[in-house]
């Protein structure tokens, strides 16, 4: 776990992900759409994958990708992150992280 949360800390986005998920391919979209430059770490092209992987699951995470970290936080999968974008509680979530300078 302590790998995830300095990985998380490091930048006002993060998103878990694999190069093969096409809901994480949408999640990547909608916050490349708003102006957002997540770090994106493809959990199947990593050495430390699987390890960060069990680490996600002891969060509740099931599916495990995509899991989006905003501010440290961590937020969700697709269906949070699509939630809050319908809610319109998403762009400001992410400018109070200091993701947007809009």
């Known amino acids: 776990m302590d790998t995830v949360t300095r990985m998380v800390s490091m930048r006002p986005v993060v998103i878990f992900s694999r190069s093969s998920c096409s809901m994480c391919h949408t999640i990547k979209s909608l916050l ?8 994106v770490y493809e959990l199947d092209e990593m050495t430390k994958g699987p390890e960060i992987e069990q680490a996600l699951l002891r969060l509740g995470r099931n599916p495990i990708v995509p899991a989006v970290f905003i501010g440290g936080e961590f937020v969700g999968g697709a269906n949070e992150i699509i939630s809050l974008h319908l809610q319109r509680s998403l762009q400001p979530m992410l400018k109070n992280a200091g993701a947007l300078w809009v």
Request: no cysteine; hydrophobic share 50%.
């Open 32 to 39: 490349l759409e708003f102006g957002v430059n997540p770090a």
